[in-house]
């Protein structure tokens, strides 16, 4: 996995620390959708967006999110995988989502190849990757949601790696000129 294309060497990625930890709160699922959003435009090549949180706390929200920075034509609705454990989508980079809901075990996934995946350039987001931690690659951004209330969630983003770290700096600072 070359977890360094894409990475433009502009102070932010200088500034990113290998790791690093991150708490942001989103009111409504339109802010889940646009989080995710800032945070697919800055995800390159070879990036794992591992999403954890309960049933309902909005894991496939923010992937529609991450489809849309990736240039994922907005006519294709993103839902989880259900029959597939992988779905595929084309993008300006290809975005492919896991679901690790109905896996009992990770044999099951040897139809799903992360690290060729991964080698071949494309993104993948995964839903319930805490079953499965010890197959996530070193460096990646974990996303823990929790739900607050009804429309309130707070994501707790851990960035595993300079790319991941860089893509949450970016996401951070897209989110501060919006609030501004
Ligand atoms: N701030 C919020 N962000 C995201 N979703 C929200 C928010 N507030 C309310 N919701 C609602 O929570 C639900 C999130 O659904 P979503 O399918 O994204 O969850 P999920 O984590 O993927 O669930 P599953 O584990 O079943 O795959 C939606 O019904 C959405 O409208
Ligand atoms: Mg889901």
């Not at 989080?35 to 529609?64: D, E, N, P």
């Not at 690790?100 to 190849?113: I, M, N, Q, T």
């Not at 197959?135 to 969630?153: A, G, K, Y």
Request: net charge negative; charged share 20%.
């Amino acid at each position: 996995m070359n977890a360094s294309i894409g990475v433009p060497t502009d102070p932010f990625a200088k500034k990113s620390l290998r790791t690093s930890e991150h708490h942001i709160i989103s009111h409504c699922p339109e802010d889940t959708v646009r989080i995710g959003a800032f945070l697919g435009k800055y995800l390159a090549g070879g990036s794992v967006v591992a999403l954890a949180g309960k049933l309902g706390s909005g894991k496939t929200c923010l992937t529609q999110g991450i489809a849309r920075g990736l240039k994922v034509p907005k006519e294709i609705y993103i839902t989880s995988p259900s029959y597939s454990i992988v779905n595929e989508y084309p993008g300006r980079i290809t975005l492919f989502h896991v679901d690790f809901y109905r896996l009992k075990d990770p044999s099951e996934l040897e139809d799903v190849d992360l690290d060729e995946t991964l080698e071949a350039g494309g993104v993948v987001v995964i839903e319930w990757a805490e079953k499965f931690p010890g197959i996530l690659p070193e460096e990646h951004l974990f996303v823990s949601i929790s739900i607050m209330d009804d429309q309130t969630r707070e994501l707790h983003l851990t960035a595993y790696g300079q790319q991941a770290a860089y893509a949450v700096t970016r996401l951070l600072h897209d989110l501060s000129v919006l609030a501004r």
